[in-house]
């Protein structure tokens, strides 16, 4: 893989603890659009860079399909990238299961918008770093008087690795042919370059390009998601559903890991925090039928590994970015305080439609694919009628928890493109 032409942010898992900032952009004037696509090509960090050139902060840029028309990319170019992204996220809504409170009418503006062209990331190991580092990228953008900020999003990762549900985020990530960062789980064999980033083979032998090559090659897809987590309400549940299990068993049986990220896989009985970033297991050989970790749960969904389910699991592998926004709610509160908190999403991958939606649509929104109907994920679901029962399987009766609420409301989102920083430059060529 050509990693100095990858951005880093496509291939390396983030590093903990750290903050981020994500800032929204609208092109107004294509020729000062284009010169904010040749800066930031000088300050995006590559997958082979060992150090940025901002120090110690980390920068990706990507652009949406209605930023590369503003840009004055050709229609027929944009005809040739994936037809998901040409749509836009909030005109998938409905398959997503953004439906109701999480429906785009409902969305933060200006997310879902045709306003939103361009999306820079910032990550920086605390905050004041973070904040000197952009303080020293500013002048780049607010001396284009064509490219105006519209949107801006504070996140940060604390020292526990913990979601604002408390759960340690961030384990789980594949490893890639070619790119140099290893896999979190031995027990994976690499996936194909090409699952992940465009102008490689995939797992079916297929490469995927764009025309002209140079705007896709060494690219990648991101689907970027705001989801509000009420955070009061899912303790509440918990603590009316805690029986002779346990709040914190409930808990582990819902995503499949405890708090502390031990698997159950590895730790059926009882926390053990020294597995914390354990990743190293399989579900099929020791526990098909779910009664260690449910089928239902939130890890089994979203990445089943070796179980017997519907669809090639390696087809379906993404990679993953998760990052916490908002005040944490205190310890043991079950009353919500009104403020706005949950996680940033972020989807990376070459295939919108197999990979993200896939795993939206037919793992996370739907049971069907091993058993369950239309039970729904327990943390992840979003709009519709809520989870619907979810089942605990176990000896001698399993347990049901009926009526689960949706905990996590989609308050934005967009599909976005990683172009490659050869890329970056092209777009910030002048063309009639």
Known sequence: MDLHDIQRGVLSPRPSPYAARYLAFRIDDRADGRELMRRAAAVVTSAADSTSPLGETWVSAAVTCSGLRALGVPERSLDSMAWEFRQGMAARATALGDTGPSAPEAWEPPLGSPNV??????????TATLDAAIDRARPAYERLPGVTAIWRQDCHAPPSETEPFGYRDGISHPAVEGSGFPGTNPLEAPLKAGEFVLGYPDELGGVQTTAPDVLGRNGSYVAFRKLRQDVAA???????SADTDGEELVAAKLMGRWRSGAPLALAPERDDPALGRANAFLFAGKDPGGFTTPGGSHIRRANPRDSAVAGEVRLHRMIRRG????????EGVLDDDGADRGLLFAFVGAHLGRQFEFVQTEWLNNGVFFGAGDARDPIAATGGPGVADYTIPRRPVRRKLRGMPNFVTTRGGEYAFLPGITALRWLGEQRA
Not at 117 to 126: N, Q, R, T
Not at 323 to 330: E, I, M, Q, R
């Open 117 to 126: 062209h361009v999306v820079l990331v910032a990550l920086a190991p605390d």
């Open 234 to 240: 899912f303790r509440r549940f918990l603590r009316a």
């Open 323 to 330: 990052t916490a926004y908002g005040p944490s709610l205190p």
